[in-house]
């Protein structure tokens, strides 16, 4: 008999969060023993809220995080109506000064390693961690040597600096050309 945990109903909670993910975790998850989830009293009753279900999961993983972890996180899930009067589930942070809300819980654990320090994704290179795997993506052009595709492409038309992509040409343009139109300078210079 499989552990309460693993049935179908909470297969298809997972799966209503954050899909791309489960695909990748689902070996492990299956994998995970009902003795280690009993473990921490409780832990029954834990896994069977929708957000924390998928939430204790991805941790577990992911990152390897101690469960005890997941009792620092300040969160709220809200049952909203949307403008077509649908209702849908968000996700809240409730850090002070924060009222942010995120569609997907996996969005919301991005947020809240900003609150508590966690950076699962380590440069292999140098060391260095971020919180979010496209960082560490970006981070990784540091390490790899020049190719074509890593030419400043997008030269500034005011002054001699140049970018590989075109968002940070427009906001370095934003930052130190103030008062003339990105859109219509970059039209002239074509």
Do not use: W
């Amino acid at each position: 008999m499989p552990c309460p945990e693993m049935t179908n109903a909470n297969l298809e909670i997972l799966n209503s969060f954050c899909p791309e993910t489960l695909l990748e975790y689902l070996p492990k998850l299956i994998e995970l023993k009902h003795e280690e989830l009993k473990k921490d009293d409780g832990m029954i009753e834990k896994l069977t809220s929708k957000a924390q279900l998928y939430e204790n999961f991805y941790l577990l993983t992911k990152n390897d995080i101690n469960l005890e972890l997941l009792k620092e996180f300040n969160y709220e899930t809200v049952v909203k109506k949307t403008k077509s009067g649908k209702e849908q589930t968000v996700f809240v942070c409730g850090e002070d000064g924060f009222d942010k809300e995120f569609l997907r819980s996996c969005n919301l654990l991005d947020h809240l390693r900003m609150h508590n320090g966690i950076k699962p994704n380590q440069c292999r290179f140098c060391g260095k961690t971020f919180t979010q795997k496209s960082n560490l993506t970006k981070h990784l052009k540091v390490h790899q040597k020049p190719d074509l595709s890593d030419r400043k492409r997008y030269p500034c038309p005011r002054c001699p600096a140049a970018y590989t992509e075109r968002y940070n040409l427009k906001k370095h343009f934003e930052k130190y050309h103030r008062g003339e139109s990105f859109n219509q300078v970059m039209d002239e210079s074509q």
